[in-house]
């Protein structure tokens, strides 16, 4: 397998623009799964393209201690109970899980999907979850180099596992570190998940085309993907104008309200025309 097979959010459309796509982060966080599960459920309904969750072990905002729940037994879950949108984490914690264990957990999960699961990791920077669980939080330099040591592990494990994933998994990066992260996203990865304002992304984009030069990777085949949490007509020409083909809108619990994510929804179909 190889990096340059990228998921359909790399296909363009025929002006040569990359097809549109829109993501959910749904943060495991001060719910019930039962709540979790529903608003799965509502977002698929509703024409969602990507189902995310993230790899904590406790909440970011809200109560320090409010209820939380793991990322990767989620997935499964969601692998049964969803049948069309593609499934992730944003990111999975590079550091909690072993690489060839991680690499098995993926194809496990893409094949109780029937081929939609992106693999989204990154280095981790959560102080807490790394202490609490006993992990070596270590610096930021061992966690990138972690990452990188990482990556033709978990494509190398693939390779060898029987039965193989059912397609080339997508590897999705999510950060910005210019000399090490986006290094390794051209590299390794078909989608990049950046964060800032639009500014920020062309300028980090430009840095990651620079490092496909190196590695000799068409820019191209790199999906660009940011966080969004204003309307689309407040953000989304400018991040358009980034190169941003992919558009994940974060909700977090109890409530899970996807008004947002239904007016990003909406405005997707209408750019689709």
Known sequence: MTAATAPEAATATTDGRPALRVG??????????????????????????????????????????????????????????????????????????????????????????????????????????????????????????GLADALPRIRSRWERLNPPPTRDIPILVGGGGEKKTLRCTAEYADIWHGFGDAETIAHKSRVLDAHC??????????????????????????????????????VGGPRYDLGLLKDWIAWRDERRG
């Open 24 to 145: 959910v982060q749904l943060q495991p966080q001060h719910a019930d799964y039962g709540r979790i599960r529903d608003a799965v459920a509502e977002a698929e309904e509703a024409g969602v393209d990507i189902v995310f969750n993230w790899d904590h072990f406790f909440p970011l905002r809200g109560a320090a201690d409010g209820k939380h729940f793991e990322c990767w037994t989620m997935l499964g879950a969601w692998a049964e109970a969803t049948s069309r949108v593609e499934i992730g984490a944003l990111v999975t914690c590079n550091g909690y899980r072993n690489p060839e264990l991680l690499a098995d957990m993926a194809r496990t999960v893409d094949h109780i999907s029937g081929g939609r699961l992106i693999l989204g990791i990154g280095a981790g920077w959560f102080r807490r979850d790394f202490d609490e669980y006993g992990y070596d939080f270590g610096t930021a330099g061992s966690r990138l180099a």
């Open 213 to 250: 030069t190196d590695v000799g990777r068409d820019p191209r085949s790199i999906v660009r993907s940011a966080g969004v949490q204003a309307a689309p007509d407040a953000v989304a020409d400018d991040l358009l104008a980034a190169g941003v083909g992919l558009f994940t809108i974060g």
